[in-house]
Nanobody
Framework: QVQLVESGGGLVQAGGSLRLSCAAS????????MGWVRQAPGKEREFVAA????????AYTDSVKGRFTISRDNAKNTVNLQRNSLKPEDTAVYYC???????????????WGQGTQVTVSS
């Protein structure tokens, strides 16, 4: 199993930017897909973005395309989620995830971080 630690959440105004980072350990970095899943109050977990182990495949949910960018830093064993043009509806707890169960565009993953709160004020 992969151990994941997120950082970078907080409060931001609508239209602003925020970057989330996730540090991974426990397995050789680059041998598994990683992604971000969010959960808004009263809603189920939702896939946001994912990156294959090689980095060759990237996927985003439609609502964040053009605003969010997922990337990986192999030297630091981290995956980042740069989020621009943030909207109030982006408010959620964001979870870093690794080792997808099934498709990497789903919300089922084998390893999870602790989650970080992101609040976008209008």
């Amino acid at each position: 199993q992969v151990q994941l630690v997120e950082s970078g959440g907080g409060l931001v105004q609508a239209g602003g930017s925020l970057r989330l980072s996730c540090a991974a350990s426990g397995r050789i970095f680059g041998t598994y897909a990683m992604g971000w899943v969010r959960q808004a109050p009263g809603k189920e977990r939702e896939f946001v973005a994912a990156l294959s182990g090689s980095g060759a495949s990237v996927a985003y949910t439609d609502s964040v395309k053009g605003r969010f960018t997922i990337s990986r830093d192999n030297a630091k064993n981290t995956v980042n989620l740069q989020r621009n043009s943030l909207k109030p509806e982006d408010t959620a707890v964001y979870y870093c995830a690794a080792e997808p169960v099934g498709k990497m565009t789903g919300a089922r993953w084998g390893s999870w971080g602790q989650g970080t709160q992101v609040t976008v004020s209008s």
